[in-house]
């Protein structure tokens, strides 16, 4: 069994409302290593029909994103996990600080960073002809803005090490029909190795984790007869399998891995 290093370590996660999301599946590899939990997430309401939530596809995604952590906080006292929950929003610069005041307050500093809060656009109206101000603002706002802020906080309070994993996309360098959201993620690869190089003097590591099709209950069947063609290995990427990538980045053993973008993507998009 690999010992990641990461007992009594504070991990800084956003975007955890999702039970079947990257974030909660995040929470729970961490906290089955022993690291301390500061869980952050923010309700996105969007139209959903009740009766359809109960199978993967929009509508129980979108019902998850509107809710809160209560799933996840269930599973993490199972766990006996030591954790707190904040309701925010990473976009706003006094917000951020008031999320890295609570979360000091209760562990006295945080190790580790996971930008995995994220906005995107599902109404048609990310692509070149139809795009919108409100659109481009809304999403690099948290996307960029807020990944950003968060990763300034962490180096403002950092410890003796620390480590930032971003959450981009493998589609990122090409995105057709989602092009803010596209454009966002792969901002935040540049971002990625740029930060990198301007906080190794600290021993802080800047990673990015970018997914490619992951089943976190947004793809219904029919969607998946379609993706699961586009990916080499022949199935769904699953949260657990981003987790366990974050986990090592996270980890000691990655101390010398920095300013990487890292594809979990069974083969698609490369």
Known sequence: MVDYGLKGRVAL???????????????????????????????????????????????????????????LESRLRELDAEYMVLESDISDEDTVKDIYAAVLKRFGRVDILVNNAAADDETGLDTIENITQKVIDDTFAVNVRGSILMIRELVAHRGDQGRVI??????????????????????????????ALEVAKYGITVNSVAPGPTQTGWIDEEFEKVVIPLIPMGKLIQPEDIADTILFLASDKAGMLTGQVIKVSGGHAL
Request: avoid cysteine; aromatic fraction near 8%.
């Open 166 to 195: 971003n959450l981009s996309t493998d589609s990122a360098q090409v995105f057709a029909g989602q092009i803010t959201y596209g454009a966002s993620k792969a901002t935040l690869e540049a971002l990625t190795r740029s930060i």
């Open 13 to 71: 996660i956003t975007g955890v409302n999702n039970p079947q999301g990257i974030g909660a599946a995040t929470a729970m590899a961490f906290a089955r290593e022993g690291a301390k939990l500061a869980l952050v997430y923010k309700k996105i309401e969007r139209p959903f029909d009740k009766e359809k939530t109960g199978k993967n596809g929009p509508d129980r995604y979108y019902a998850a994103n509107a809710g809160n952590a209560d799933q």
